[in-house]
């Protein structure tokens, strides 16, 4: 009975022993804090006004220290997961998993939405939550499926421990890490995420003597027939407009949105990369999302007014020249620029 009780107390030991090391603070810890650089985030000729950033008379250098905090490890409680590990630049700022992987391993609720040129969307999240992209900047930090730190407060008494983070905020901002100054830093990187280089917008220069037959028909039908510009507006290809809509995806949800099952108008913008779609992401290819808006919208009294009165019963080729034309919406430009990529590699 004593050799049982011995052994036992000695397995136990070692369950407490691997449960409180997989807690610790020390896992998977970038080694070394990387320099601002000297990226330009700001360039003088993207053809847009109005970006949320923190500080205009040093916005760049802000930039690149929102980078650097961007795809830090050290802002989730347990050390392993950064905003990159869920918003993946080659990924088209999302990460291609139906719900992406949290805390501990924990799944998110809903699938996660593309930054790409977030900085121009009226709302932030699938909820369509209304602000500037500050007020919610934070808000997956402190979440506790995300990436669970209890508090912005707590954040910032972490960074301020580190030596490298020390000089950095000195040098961006002349002080330690503040919850405003951490703020600031993440939308200013956020908010350079934009595209502006696509096939369809070198196109427009040329009058898209670029496009096939295919991604010509499927824009006519874009801007036409199959009615997508109603909520996915030239330019950002988003809803600038409204928080959220109801796109008839259910009858009921069980997840709301912002209410009614409204949610968030994406952007268009690389979408050919962002797959799987929707708030939970049913549909694993563009394929299926042009179906759906093709045959199988269901009518209810909270669907947009937008896309009532009846499916659009687009033609097998039709389907197919619309995904054409989406496909063109993709950046490399923007997934392949070094300014926004993970200066811990």
């Not at 109005?50 to 050290?74: M, V």
């Not at 912005?152 to 905020?169: G, H, P, T, W």
């Not at 000195?170 to 002080?175: D, I, M, P, S, T």
Request: proline letters at 3%.
């Amino acid at each position: 009975m004593k050799k049982g009780f011995i052994i036992l107390s000695f397995f136990g030991l070692c369950f407490m022993f691997k449960a409180c090391t997989d807690d610790s603070s020390q896992v998977n810890q970038p080694a070394l804090t990387p320099a601002l650089g000297d990226f330009d985030y700001f360039e003088d000729d993207i053809p847009y006004s109005t970006l949320q950033i923190g500080n205009r008379n040093n916005h760049d250098k802000e930039a690149a220290l929102g980078r650097i905090l961007y795809y830090d490890t050290r802002l989730s409680y347990n050390d392993a997961l950064s905003c990159g590990s869920c918003h993946q630049q080659a990924k088209a700022f999302c990460d291609n998993e139906q719900f992406s992987q949290g805390l501990y391993s924990k799944s998110t609720d809903r699938n996660s939405i593309s930054l790409a040129n977030v900085a121009y969307h009226p709302s932030s999240f699938w909820n369509g939550m209304s602000g500037s992209l500050s007020n919610h900047i934070l808000q997956p930090v402190s979440n506790h499926i995300e990436m669970g730190m209890r508090s912005s407060e707590e954040l910032v008494e972490r960074l301020n421990k580190i030596d490298a983070y020390q000089e950095l905020f000195e040098e961006v901002y002349g002080n330690e890490a503040t919850v405003s100054n951490v703020t600031n830093s993440l939308a200013s990187f956020v908010s350079s995420l934009i595209s502006y280089d696509s096939k369809y917008d070198k196109g427009k220069e040329i009058e898209f003597a670029n496009f096939s037959l295919s991604e010509k028909r499927g824009m006519e039908l874009f801007f036409g027939k199959a009615k997508c510009q109603s909520c996915h507006r030239d330019g950002h290809f988003t809803a600038q407009w409204r928080r959220s809509t109801n796109i008839g995806l259910d009858l009921e949800y069980a997840d709301q949105g912002a209410g009614n099952g409204r949610f968030k108008v994406p952007t268009l913008r690389n979408v050919e990369l962002s797959a799987p779609y929707m708030h939970d992401g049913r549909f694993a290819s563009l394929e299926e999302v042009v179906e759906h808006y093709s045959t199988g919208i269901r009518d209810h009294e909270f669907l947009d007014w937008e896309l009532r009165g009846g499916p659009l019963d687009l033609e097998e080729e039709e389907k197919e020249d619309l995904v054409s034309f989406l496909k063109t919406l993709t950046d490399y430009t923007m997934l392949n620029d070094p300014k926004f990529s993970n200066p811990f590699h």
